[in-house]
């Protein structure tokens, strides 16, 4: 029945628009897109810039080619950027490694090493929280940063930065806009994404008002044999913002931006391929595995021309509440019931101020303040289930709650920042760059009861438990202060060729770990949990080439980079009871090249090669950091040796009105490590979560029709081939689900409407 529905109405769709478009009778424009803009804008070094000019490797999308493409989240992203890799093992976690700077996909306890910025706001998070999968629409642009951002974007970006900007009102014309989209997944699995955008002026040329809505309800295609239900991972998602912008004089400007987004999954993505038999996409689990979170944000900027400078400060309060419910049976093998329930409530301000010069000078700068606090509210609740305590005689609990705990961080980070570039001439021109931060983070434990649920249950004891009050506790303080830096020299040998050379350096906040110094009541002779992680060092050399020729027929962006990572955060876990812990261990190399290439070789057609070679391996490593670690000397980090991506399309007008086009995107990614190879406090036994994801190759196909400058309609297939690779696989026992898959093939339409 969804088979015949989607294929109905994309049938009905294209030909009410080819009949419409086809009545109009307006003049055909010329055929074929234009050649590729070497002046493509870009605020990476928090000025306008042109892409050509910006001395990093950047990865620039329009909404325009994000529609296109079907990018609506963080893996189109990944598919189209070189160089990144998207760690996804279901909705709501998405964790990017980039450059090879990746001991695991998961990162748990631990900053992420790419930082993803909504506007200003920092929304990315430690590796064990959820982050929502933003959806992209009505975006002015969205910009992939790789290597270090250290001075310009903080501790959360040592490997790189995702910057997602909305659309700003326009201050003199109404404009509306919608996109809907139909999939289809293993003929029985559909899905839903609507979005709708309305701008309207409230005071010609002073002050307007943009709202966004989207609305997505897309059925899964995993199958949960311990709950029962087909399709279970399907997530719903929603949400919307509104942005009001006043300009009172030519000068200056304020713009308010408020936003919500809910995601709610019904089951997780993780699969355990032994169990389906011929299909690999099924899990077990007593109930449903989710990770949802909703996010508010109230951001106010405002930009005044001081006419030597643009002042800009941008306040930001945000609250984002999540949830993390799992299975975790497999800890023990399925024994006994064992799973939590975790509650996560963040309450976060950042506030960053900045001057960026606007003289026409050789000299250029840019100078800033930077403020960010959050706070962190845990509730870890970990359950049995009601049927087993009351077959062993376990009474005594309240519920089928066995151990609750509250606990709270508080972290801060205040730095100042600057850079400046002198133009020598114009084809030769140095940036310096400097960020001095100071950071700090502690964590409490306000109360809680425990008990001795899991050693009677392991054991075979039966009887009532003993209920123990958790008393309140204040942990150590993790501090970290210093400066980071960056260095470049650009040159231009022609005006359509850029080469430059960079040095820079980038951080992360040091980790504390919430049960440090408490042994393992399985096993007391296991490992004892350490303080915590401080804050590991990068330092980044890179060449790079950015060109274009053949009056931009033909443009090329190509990086070279060798990266020393030191005092390197790794996350593991206490083999005995799956504690996560944070600790340091000693350093890493990565070398690569990454390259884009774009060719408009005749009119109508356009052609695109992207791709990175990449050879990391720990090169300094202790005994005991090996021991704590399961690291080994000389082995390979989380990250694939080669990936790279194809692109093709081809326009052309097929009637006065209507230009068709036809596209074909693919993308290869190889296999790599999912974790270090050794068992954490046994380091001569490999660790069985141990593994490797596939080698997978995917590639979407789509064929769309332009109907006047209003409508666009798409028919797609994404994943064409049907490949169920593993692309990703956990590091962690708990789960018996430890694996992922890329969606299966799925078909359907777009069509949006601009007015």
Not at 23 to 52: F, P, Y
Not at 242 to 271: C, F, N, Y
Not at 488 to 493: E, G, I, L, M
Not at 723 to 750: C, K, M
């Amino acid at each position: 029945m969804k088979n015949a529905l989607l294929a109905s109405a994309s049938a009905a769709a294209f030909f009410v628009l080819s009949a419409s478009a086809m009545a109009q009778g307006t003049d055909a424009a010329s055929s074929g897109d234009q050649a590729n803009d070497d002046r493509i804008v870009v605020t990476a070094t928090r000025r306008e810039e042109s892409l050509q000019d910006v001395p990093l490797s950047v990865t620039a999308f329009s909404q325009d080619e994000l529609t296109e493409k079907g990018i609506v989240g963080y893996e189109g992203l990944a598919f189209e950027t070189p160089g990144a890799v998207l760690n996804k093992p279901t909705a709501n976690f998405n964790t990017f490694s980039v450059r090879g700077i990746a001991t695991n996909g998961y990162q748990a306890n631990l900053q992420n090493s790419v930082a993803v910025y909504l506007d200003e706001l920092p929304i990315s998070a430690n590796g064990n929280s959820t982050q929502l999968d933003s959806t992209l629409f009505d975006v002015e642009r969205v910009e992939f940063l790789r290597g270090p951002q250290g001075t310009l974007f903080g501790s959360g970006s040592l490997a790189g930065a995702v910057r997602l900007l909305t659309k700003s009102p326009d201050l003199d014309e109404f404009d509306a806009a919608a996109l809907v989209d139909f999939g289809l997944t293993d003929d029985d699995s559909f899905r839903q994404r609507y979005n709708g955008m309305i701008n309207v002026p409230l005071v010609e040329d002073k002050l307007a008002v943009r709202a966004v809505g989207f609305y997505r309800n897309e059925e899964g295609w995993v199958t949960n044999i311990g709950t029962g239900v087909d399709n279970a991972n399907t997530l719903k998602n929603w949400g919307g913002r509104v942005v009001v912008l006043w300009e009172p004089t030519d000068g200056a400007s304020l713009r308010l931006m408020g936003l919500h987004e809910e995601s709610k999954p019904e089951d997780a993505q993780l699969i355990n391929p032994a169990l389906g038999g011929g299909d690999r996409e099924t899990r077990n689990s007593r109930r449903p595995d989710i990770y949802g979170g909703n996010l508010d944000s109230i951001n106010a900027t405002v930009d005044v021309d001081l006419g030597f400078a643009n002042f800009t400060s941008s306040s930001t309060y945000s609250s984002y509440n999540q949830s993390f419910i799992i299975d975790l049976d497999a800890t023990f093998g399925g024994a006994i019931p064992f799973a939590l329930d975790a509650f996560a409530f963040d309450k976060a301000f950042v506030e960053e101020a900045r001057l960026v010069s606007t003289m026409d000078s050789k000299l250029e700068w840019v100078a800033g303040l930077f403020y960010y606090y959050k706070r962190r509210d845990v509730d870890l609740f970990y359950r049995s289930d009601p049927a087993f305590l009351m077959a062993n005689g376990m009474t005594g609990l309240v519920d089928e709650y066995y151990q609750r705990t509250f606990n709270h961080a508080i972290s801060n980070e205040l730095a100042g920042f600057g850079e400046v570039t002198y133009r020598f001439s114009d084809r030769f021109w140095m940036t310096g760059g400097l960020r001095y931060g100071k950071l700090d983070v502690q964590g409490f434990t306000t109360g809680g009861y425990t008990s001795n649920y899991l050693v009677n249950s392991l054991f075979g004891i039966p009887g009532p438990l003993t209920v123990t009050g958790t008393a309140p506790a204040v942990g150590a303080v993790g501090e970290e202060s210093g400066p980071s830096y960056k260095f470049s020299a650009s040159f231009k040998p022609v005006d359509s060729v850029t080469t430059y050379a960079t040095y820079s350096t980038g951080f992360r906040t040091p980790a504390v770990n919430a049960r440090a110094g408490l042994p393992s009541v399985v096993d007391p002779t296991d490992l004892i949990i350490p303080d915590g992680a401080s804050s590991d060092k990068l330092k980044n050399y890179e060449i790079g080439l950015k060109g274009v020729w053949f009056d931009g027929k033909l443009s090329a962006n190509l990086a070279a980079y060798l990266i020393d990572w030191s005092n390197i955060q790794v996350q593991a876990n206490r083999v005995s009871d799956s504690v996560q812990f944070a600790t340091n261990i000693g350093k890493a190399r990565s070398k690569g090249i990454e390259f884009e290439v774009a060719a408009f070789p005749t009119e109508g057609l356009s052609i695109g090669l992207n791709g990175s070679l990449n050879d990391t391996e720990i090169t300094e490593l202790t005994p005991e950091e090996a021991a704590i670690s399961g690291a080994v000397l000389g082995g390979e980090l989380a990250f694939p040796a080669f990936q790279g991506g194809a692109y093709i399309k081809y326009t052309t007008y097929i009637s006065p009105n209507v230009r068709g086009s036809f596209a074909v995107n693919a993308r290869h990614v190889g296999d790599f490590p999912n974790q270090f190879p050794n068992v954490p406090g046994d380091p001569t036994t490999v660790t069985p979560t141990y593994g490797f994801t596939e080698s997978y190759q995917t590639v979407n196909m789509s064929l769309g029709a332009e109907f006047g400058e209003q409508v666009k309609a798409t028919l797609y297939v994404e994943n064409l081939f049907d490949d169920h690779s593993i692309v990703y696989r956990h590091p962690e026992a708990f789960a018996d689900a430890r694996a992922s898959t890329l969606r299966p093939r799925t078909i359907g339409i777009r069509i949006g409407y601009d007015y």
